[in-house]
Structures are given as C-alpha cells and as structure tokens.
C-alpha cells in the first residue's frame, strides 16, 4: 500500500461526457502528480501541483484540468470525453516539488468511453 | 528535453536465470535515473535510482542498475529471477533540475517456470 488513494477505481462513461478523478496523496506529501497510461502512448505526464498551487505541466489537453484544495487531495477533471481517453489514470505523490526522490503511486482509476 | 528508449517490449526468461532489461536516454543535460515496476493491477513503485555517487546503484527485491554515461544507459539487471518478478518495468529520466520525469515505455518481464 502507497497511501495514495484515487477513487473511483473504475469509471465506464460516454463520449461527450465529463467526469472526475480524485486523488489523496500520502499523509505529509504536498505534490501531486497525474499520469496517464494507454497502450498506444505508454505512461505520459500530465500536470503536477506543490501545495496548492501548479508547478509543472505535460501532455495535458485543453479538454482536462486539475486542482489541489487546501487539504492537499487533488481532482483531475475530463470533459468531453472522447474514445481515445479511455486509459488508466494514475495519480503519485512526494514529500517535495522537484522528482529527485521517489514518487509513490496510487492504484489508478481506470476510464472507459464507450 | 529528455526521452526514454527500452528496447524490449517483452522480456520472457526463465526462473532462477539472469535477466537484463536495457534502457538508453537521450538528454543535453545532466539527469537523474529511475526504474519503476508495476505489478499486475497495481500502481508503480520505485525499484532504484540513480542520482549522483556511485554508477552502481542497488534497489529492492535483488535488482540493480548501472548508469554508464558514455553509452547513455541505465540497464536493469537481476542475477536470478523468481516467478514473483513477472511485471512490467519502467526506466525513466529527469534533468537534474527535476522539472519533469519522462517514463519509457516499459518491458514485459514474464517469468517462466
């Protein structure tokens, strides 16, 4: 167990639709990260946050945000879901905002567009 | 930027033989340098990483890596699988600024008895 938590763990949805993602990082940790893993484009970064506030962003379409609340737990919205969003979506998380360390993984949240 | 190459998709090896799984990167920078595993079902976790020191660099579960800068690679090497190791494996780089992390597209190491 990494104790980072992401709910639900499997969402099946419908092109067009939007949908949230949700992420508690381990107890301590103040950066979040988001990833997403398909079969065609591997594991590729999105967006991370530091306490708070955004501090790095990856592949990350306009049609996808994301936010840190002041608990430090983070959201990852996708709206108008399209087929090719279907994929696993994995949120880490670490004490500091720079990845000289470890990141610890949750188990992710796995998105079906049908 | 940095960029991540495995060159195997799939590694099947025997059990108790010697596994090595390659991973080249391509940076103008100085880096930083991760292996990640992912168990069936599971999120990634950290194996080993290699920041400064010594190119050698120990992780869990028996694996180790050697950074060798000449040749731009971080190889994975176990000397004796176990069945339990089956999983997929995913090298990764950051410059030493740590703005990013680029994640290759990770090997398939199946484990036959």
């Known amino acids: 167990d990494s104790g980072v938590t992401q709910t639900p763990k499997h969402l099946i949805t419908a092109t067009g639709q939007r949908v949230t993602l949700r992420c508690s990082p381990r107890?301590?940790?103040?950066?979040v990260y988001w990833y997403q893993q398909s079969l065609d484009q591997g594991l590729q970064f999105l967006i991370q946050?530091?306490?708070?506030?955004?501090?790095a962003k990856g592949n990350i379409l306009e049609r996808f945000s994301a936010q840190q609340f002041p608990d430090l737990h983070s959201e990852l919205n996708l709206s108008s879901l399209e087929l090719g969003d279907s994929a696993l979506y994995f949120c880490?998380?670490?004490?500091?905002?720079?990845?000289?360390?470890?990141?610890?993984f949750g188990e992710g949240s796995r998105l079906t567009v049908l | 930027a940095q960029s991540v190459t495995q060159l195997d998709s799939q590694v099947p090896v025997f059990e108790e033989a010697p596994v090595e799984l390659r991973c080249n990167y391509s940076?103008?920078?100085?880096?930083?340098l991760f292996w990640y595993v992912q168990y069936p079902n599971q999120g990634l976790q950290l194996l080993l990483k290699?920041?400064?020191?010594?190119?050698l660099v120990k992780g869990i579960n028996g694996f180790e890596a050697e950074f060798n800068k000449s040749q731009t690679s971080f190889h994975l090497r176990k000397p004796s699988v176990h069945i339990s190791d089956t999983a997929e494996y995913f090298c990764?780089?950051?410059?030493?600024?740590?703005?990013?992390?680029?994640f290759g597209t990770g090997t398939r190491l199946t484990v036959i008895p």
């Open positions: 940076s103008s920078v100085s880096v930083y």
């Open positions: 990764a780089v950051s410059d030493t600024g740590a703005n990013n992390l680029f």
């Open positions: 880490a998380s670490s004490v500091g905002g720079r990845r000289t360390g470890e990141l610890f």
């Open positions: 290699y920041l400064s020191g010594s190119t």
């Open positions: 107890s301590g940790d103040l950066s």
């Open positions: 946050y530091y306490n708070g506030e955004e501090r």
